[in-house]
């Protein structure tokens, strides 16, 4: 029985790619991805935006990403699962969680290890943020991350180690659910989820890094 409808965006990242005699190559798309679930008892739409790892991913590429979300949610999709890599998913996925004002989960997934790696863990947490999409329970929460089988929320996200299959956290926080075989369980209600208040990810022309250090001046500050 069909229970949902899930849009998946595919952004690129390690989950796409497949390592191959010239390096790990971006290789699989949403398409690609969808092939394996057939038997998942949830409907799933999908496109591919870019095959891009995620440094290379820009503020316009992800406001693109969250306009696609916006109209499959408009268009009946109960939730949004978008696929990157891991190098910027702290940063997206919380710039996303400042301008996603929806109630339908936005969950955002990737991978440590590619496609063709032993004990590749993308389809596992792919897997994972399509349950969590469109799991009731999750929504009004913001935009979602899972992986390696546990749900954060963005705002409290840190990738903290550079190849462990759980390399992100939540510092102090933890996570906020977590998914067992059959069902999900969520450690913590939906925490009233701040509205809006940007309609879309700005795209500066400069970013400036300021770097707080012993004996640091206040000069690079004043002039950002
Ligand atoms: N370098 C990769 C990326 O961010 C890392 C990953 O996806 O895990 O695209």
């Not at 999709?77 to 891991?86: C, F, K």
């Not at 109630?103 to 032993?118: F, H, I, K, S």
């Amino acid at each position: 029985m069909v229970s949902s409808r899930i849009h998946l965006v595919a952004m690129g990242g390690t989950i796409s790619m497949v390592s191959s005699d010239s390096g790990l190559v971006p290789s699989l798309d949403a398409e690609d991805f969808l092939r394996q679930y057939q038997s998942i008892p949830i409907s799933i739409t999908s496109e591919s935006l870019t095959a891009l790892p995620g440094a290379s991913i820009t503020a316009t590429s992800l406001n693109e990403a969250i306009l696609v979300a916006r109209s499959a949610v408009a268009s009946g999709a109960e939730g949004v699962v978008i696929t990157q890599g891991t190098d910027t998913l702290e940063e997206t996925s919380f710039l996303a969680d400042l301008v996603w004002d929806h109630d339908e989960p936005l969950v955002l997934t990737g991978a440590m290890r590619p496609a063709n790696a032993p004990g590749s863990d993308g389809l596992g947490n792919l897997s994972g943020a399509i349950r969590v999409a469109a799991d009731v329970h999750a929504r009004a929460r913001g935009v979602l991350v899972v992986f390696g089988d546990e749900v954060f929320t963005a705002r409290h996200l840190q990738k903290t180690h550079s190849s462990k299959l759980n390399a992100f956290t939540a510092p102090g926080v933890g996570p906020v659910g977590v998914l067992g075989e059959d069902q999900i369980h969520w450690w913590s209600p939906p925490e009233v989820h701040r509205r809006t208040r940007f309609g879309s990810v700005a795209s500066p022309s400069t970013i400036v890094t300021v770097t707080a250090q012993l004996d640091s001046s206040a000069e690079l500050l004043a002039w950002a």
